[in-house]
């Protein structure tokens, strides 16, 4: 259902109940992205207090990061057979409760229980979110404003996730952090049950289950693999066999949907270069974004010697640029276009990562507050250009579809960074060599994704135009 909101004395504001219902999505989108990072900091008295050994820490992140990213592509797809609506609201119970779980959690296993379920209910929360949010919004500044709004409000959940965390954690305990997501459920439930229109795909539709079974087990098998070398390196028996099996499942599931009718992914779907070469975008400024802020970390800290709190401080900088950046994305879009700011930011974001190379041993605070900062307007402005290029020009029946491209785009892009480039840093006895060889390389991904991006969206695809 999309909501009229073509009258010409507002052609780029959001109507009154288009606007609620914007500030519900947002809340939610805003309140899962809260929940990758607030943890964080609470992780080593979250360990001493429950008993998880430094060993099984990484478990109170993989525990949510399984099912929040292997489960987001099949949701994504229910939502569109069977009610956005309905698995939307179903996802804010899930989380609730699962966040209420790990609040009161009394051993490991009820704790990493919980978290489990919140990864589950964000998995329904994040796709049929977006799809609610682009079903909502029709194209045009509309939805590029809205989508500006939900990229900014993502960009500052994760932010304040990392300087609220240590604040609660040292105020009320690391239990608040849980107790605070349960709160945040409970607040957008009631407005979201009120205010949410229903959708789905008409007629009566048959859910993929070979497809739906191989994708899930392979993004669960991959994300698996990624989260625990991010930990303990690629050299691990689990590690290699879960990233076979990743693999393996993966291209199951290009064999069966290329052979059945009714296909969780249309091939034609992916065949689209706006879908394909949007998701690359997204898929790098993610993933090398995710590294930069887990160096600098490490740099801030261990190689200039800057508190928790400090470092927390330049993080806050870059959020409250960020969330500038989020009001400027859609005017900038307006002019030039999703697929020119895509490509456009992803050179900006490389160039500034590429800055940061300027940073010493002994100083270079102010510099990684600044490099960061700017790289994060350029981000930003590829989160929200990639999500409108991928879901520009797909019909309303599948944007459950697309937008669950986008958001496994996403946790697979923030699941990867880490280890692929993060690793480099932390196995090399000199740490502040290994941080500037991971920007070095950080940078010139993303400068060569952006020069493929645009040669990717340059011609159209000869059954679905750019």
């Given at each position: 259902?999309?909501?009229?909101?073509?009258?010409?004395?507002?052609?780029?504001r959001?109507?009154?109940?288009?606007?609620?219902?914007?500030?519900?999505?947002?809340?939610?989108?805003?309140?899962?992205?809260l929940?990758?990072?607030?943890?964080?900091?609470?992780?080593?008295v979250?360990?001493?207090?429950?008993?998880?050994?430094?060993?099984a820490?990484?478990?109170?992140?993989?525990?949510?990061?399984?099912?929040?990213?292997?489960?987001?592509?099949?949701?994504?797809?229910v939502?569109?057979?069977?009610?956005?609506?309905?698995?939307?609201?179903t996802?804010?119970?899930?989380?609730g409760?699962?966040?209420?779980?790990?609040?009161?959690?009394?051993?490991?296993?009820?704790?990493?229980?919980?978290?489990?379920?919140?990864?589950?209910?964000?998995?329904?929360?994040?796709?049929?979110?977006?799809?609610l949010?682009?079903?909502?919004?029709?194209?045009?500044?509309?939805?590029?404003?809205?989508?500006?709004?939900?990229?900014?409000?993502?960009?500052?959940?994760?932010?304040?996730?990392?300087?609220?965390?240590?604040?609660?954690?040292?105020?009320?305990?690391?239990?608040?952090?849980?107790?605070?997501?349960?709160?945040?459920?409970?607040?957008?439930?009631?407005?979201?049950?009120?205010?949410?229109?229903?959708?789905?795909t008409?007629?009566?539709?048959?859910?993929?289950?070979?497809?739906?079974?191989?994708?899930?087990?392979g993004?669960l098998a991959?994300?698996?693999?990624?989260?625990?070398?991010?930990?303990h390196?690629?050299?691990g028996?689990?590690?290699?066999?879960?990233?076979?099996?990743?693999?393996?499942?993966?291209?199951?599931?290009?064999?069966?949907?290329?052979?059945?009718?009714?296909?969780l992914?249309?091939?034609s779907?992916?065949?689209?270069?706006?879908?394909?070469?949007?998701?690359?975008?997204?898929?790098?400024?993610?993933s090398?974004?995710?590294?930069?802020?887990?160096?600098?970390?490490?740099?801030?800290?261990?190689?200039?010697?800057?508190?928790?709190?400090?470092?927390?401080?330049?993080?806050?900088?870059?959020?409250?640029?960020?969330?500038?950046?989020?009001?400027?994305?859609?005017?900038?879009?307006?002019?030039?276009?999703?697929?020119?700011?895509?490509?456009?930011?992803?050179?900006?974001?490389?160039?500034?990562?590429?800055?940061?190379?300027?940073?010493?041993?002994?100083?270079?605070?102010?510099?990684?507050?600044?490099?960061?900062?700017?790289?994060?307007?350029?981000?930003?402005?590829?989160?929200?250009?990639?999500g409108?290029?991928?879901?520009?020009?797909?019909?309303d029946?599948?944007?459950g579809?697309?937008?669950?491209?986008?958001?496994?785009?996403?946790?697979?892009?923030?699941?990867?960074g880490?280890?692929?480039?993060?690793v480099?840093?932390?196995?090399?006895?000199?740490?502040?060599?290994?941080?500037?060889t991971?920007?070095?390389?950080?940078?010139?991904?993303?400068?060569?994704?952006?020069?493929?991006?645009?040669?990717?969206?340059?011609?159209?695809?000869?059954?679905?135009?750019?």
């Amino acid at each position: 259902m999309t909501i009229d909101t073509s009258e010409t004395s507002a052609p780029a504001r959001l109507k009154r109940r288009a606007g609620l219902i914007l500030f519900v999505l947002c809340a939610a989108q805003f309140m899962v992205a809260l929940d990758f990072s607030v943890l964080n900091v609470a992780l080593p008295v979250l360990g001493e207090d429950l008993g998880l050994g430094r060993s099984a820490l990484q478990w109170a992140v993989t525990a949510f990061a399984l099912p929040s990213g292997g489960f987001l592509l099949l949701f994504g797809r229910v939502a569109d057979l069977y009610g956005r609506r309905r698995l939307f609201l179903t996802g804010l119970v899930l989380f609730g409760a699962a966040s209420l779980l790990a609040t009161f959690a009394w051993n490991p296993a009820s704790f990493l229980a919980g978290r489990a379920l919140q990864g589950l209910g964000a998995a329904a929360i994040v796709p049929t979110g977006m799809s609610l949010l682009t079903t909502t919004f029709p194209e045009g500044p509309l939805r590029d404003r809205a989508l500006g709004i939900s990229g900014t409000l993502l960009s500052l959940g994760f932010t304040i996730g990392m300087v609220l965390g240590g604040v609660m954690t040292d105020t009320l305990g690391w239990r608040s952090t849980m107790g605070l997501l349960a709160v945040c459920a409970l607040v957008v439930l009631p407005p979201a049950m009120v205010l949410l229109p229903e959708s789905r795909t008409p007629g009566r539709p048959r859910l993929d289950v070979p497809g739906a079974v191989t994708v899930t087990g392979g993004l669960l098998a991959l994300i698996y693999a990624l989260s625990t070398a991010a930990e303990h390196g690629f050299g691990g028996t689990d590690v290699r066999a879960a990233l076979a099996a990743g693999v393996a499942l993966l291209v199951a599931f290009a064999v069966v949907e290329s052979r059945h009718d009714t296909p969780l992914v249309s091939l034609s779907m992916l065949r689209r270069r706006t879908v394909a070469f949007g998701n690359l975008g997204g898929l790098v400024t993610f993933s090398m974004m995710s590294a930069v802020i887990f160096v600098l970390t490490l740099y801030l800290q261990e190689t200039l010697g800057l508190s928790a709190f400090a470092t927390g401080l330049v993080f806050g900088v870059q959020g409250g640029v960020s969330a500038a950046a989020g009001a400027l994305a859609p005017r900038v879009i307006g002019r030039f276009g999703a697929r020119r700011t895509l490509v456009g930011s992803l050179v900006g974001q490389g160039l500034c990562v590429a800055l940061l190379l300027g940073i010493g041993p002994t100083s270079g605070a102010l510099l990684a507050a600044v490099g960061v900062s700017l790289a994060s307007v350029f981000h930003l402005g590829a989160i929200v250009s990639y999500g409108l290029t991928v879901t520009s020009g797909v019909p309303d029946e599948e944007q459950g579809l697309a937008t669950g491209l986008v958001t496994t785009t996403q946790q697979v892009a923030l699941t990867i960074g880490i280890p692929l480039l993060g690793v480099l840093a932390t196995t090399r006895g000199d740490l502040f060599g290994g941080v500037r060889t991971v920007l070095a390389i950080d940078a010139a991904i993303v400068l060569t994704a952006a020069a493929v991006v645009a040669a990717g969206l340059r011609r159209p695809s000869r059954n679905h135009p750019a």
